[in-house]
């Protein structure tokens, strides 16, 4: 731009002082810039238009599409085969009907979630840093979703979960109501992000929220025992996946709770049916 500046301005200076021969030679100059500028400019659009296209490809890439399951994470339940996905979006739909009966019953905005089922073998960007990947099972509260891996909830859901401290202590650390205790323990984190309870409670430690996500996960199963829907064995395989997760590392603030702790936090919120109950572990004041 400078150079065709320059030839105009000596278009002006020389039309005043009567060279009218160079007036052609500088007007073709400046056509000439004018011509070049345009290709440069196309190809500066090419460029960026391909990168734009590369960005994006790698984008959809990393982040999960909202697809089917592949065929090798089917799990058998009472109405025969279906796609873990489709028993999770079911789980969460109850939890969330739920929970927008008794906030709406306490003069509360409904609650409301994203949610992603990461396919198998897929790696998903998150919000909160850390990938959702196929042992992904948390929620982020800076995108506000839930991440929960297909072949994880899978394997939670046909028993693959073995050798752990659930087991041990007589829990069935698995099946169909252990999967639901994830998913409505992930919705639970969900809830204290709206109340505010993260930044309102006065505590640095992750166990005292993880213990209140088991007890208001509790509290939903009561709800789905007084349906009439659960039996005894899915009654112990919640219980059996709360002392599973739980973990004996007292000293990081990433503490989620002991097995037993863990186990009688779900105990608490479902013997009780009162989500109010729930506030003992992270008071908000």
């Given at each position: 731009m400078p150079r065709l500046l320059a030839l105009l301005l000596m278009l002006v200076a020389l039309a005043g002082c009567g060279a009218e021969e160079r007036v052609g030679e500088i007007a073709d100059e400046a056509e000439q810039e004018?011509?070049?500028?345009?290709?440069?400019?196309?190809?500066?659009?090419?460029?960026?238009?391909?990168?734009?296209?590369?960005?994006?490809?790698?984008?959809?890439?990393?982040?999960?599409?909202?697809?089917?399951?592949?065929p090798d994470?089917?799990?058998?339940?009472?109405?025969?085969?279906?796609?873990?996905?489709?028993?999770?979006?079911?789980?969460?739909?109850?939890v969330d009907a739920y929970w927008t009966r008794t906030f709406s019953a306490n003069d509360l905005p409904e609650p409301r979630v994203s949610y992603v089922w990461v396919p198998p073998g897929r790696v998903g960007l998150t919000g909160c840093g850390a990938p959702a990947d196929d042992n992904a099972a948390f929620y982020c509260s800076a995108d506000d979703t839930i991440y929960v891996a297909q072949r994880f909830a899978a394997a939670v859901y046909e028993g693959a979960l073995r050798g752990l401290p659930g087991e041990a202590s007589g829990g069935r650390a698995a099946g169909d109501f252990g999967v639901a205790y994830i998913v409505a323990h992930e919705y639970a984190h969900n809830l204290q992000h709206e109340l505010?309870?993260?930044?309102?409670?006065?505590?640095?430690?992750?166990?005292?929220?993880?213990?209140?996500?088991?007890?208001?996960?509790?509290?939903?199963?009561?709800?789905?025992?007084?349906?009439?829907?659960?039996?005894?064995?899915?009654?112990?395989?919640?219980?059996?996946?709360?002392?599973?997760?739980?973990?004996?590392d007292v000293s990081s603030a990433n503490h989620h709770g002991t097995p037993?702790?863990?186990?009688?936090?779900?105990?608490?919120?479902?013997?009780?049916?009162?989500?109010?109950?729930?506030?003992?572990?992270?008071?908000?004041?």
């Amino acid at each position: 731009m400078p150079r065709l500046l320059a030839l105009l301005l000596m278009l002006v200076a020389l039309a005043g002082c009567g060279a009218e021969e160079r007036v052609g030679e500088i007007a073709d100059e400046a056509e000439q810039e004018l011509r070049d500028q345009g290709k440069r400019l196309r190809a500066e659009v090419r460029r960026l238009r391909d990168r734009i296209e590369e960005l994006i490809g790698r984008l959809e890439q990393a982040v999960p599409r909202a697809e089917r399951t592949s065929p090798d994470v089917q799990v058998v339940g009472p109405d025969g085969r279906q796609s873990i996905d489709d028993f999770l979006t079911g789980v969460l739909a109850n939890v969330d009907a739920y929970w927008t009966r008794t906030f709406s019953a306490n003069d509360l905005p409904e609650p409301r979630v994203s949610y992603v089922w990461v396919p198998p073998g897929r790696v998903g960007l998150t919000g909160c840093g850390a990938p959702a990947d196929d042992n992904a099972a948390f929620y982020c509260s800076a995108d506000d979703t839930i991440y929960v891996a297909q072949r994880f909830a899978a394997a939670v859901y046909e028993g693959a979960l073995r050798g752990l401290p659930g087991e041990a202590s007589g829990g069935r650390a698995a099946g169909d109501f252990g999967v639901a205790y994830i998913v409505a323990h992930e919705y639970a984190h969900n809830l204290q992000h709206e109340l505010g309870l993260f930044s309102l409670a006065r505590s640095n430690s992750s166990e005292p929220f993880e213990l209140q996500a088991d007890c208001l996960a509790g509290a939903w199963g009561s709800s789905v025992f007084a349906a009439g829907k659960l039996t005894p064995e899915d009654i112990e395989e919640a219980v059996g996946t709360a002392l599973a997760v739980g973990d004996f590392d007292v000293s990081s603030a990433n503490h989620h709770g002991t097995p037993q702790e863990r186990r009688s936090a779900w105990l608490t919120g479902f013997r009780s049916a009162d989500p109010s109950t729930c506030r003992r572990y992270v008071p908000a004041t």
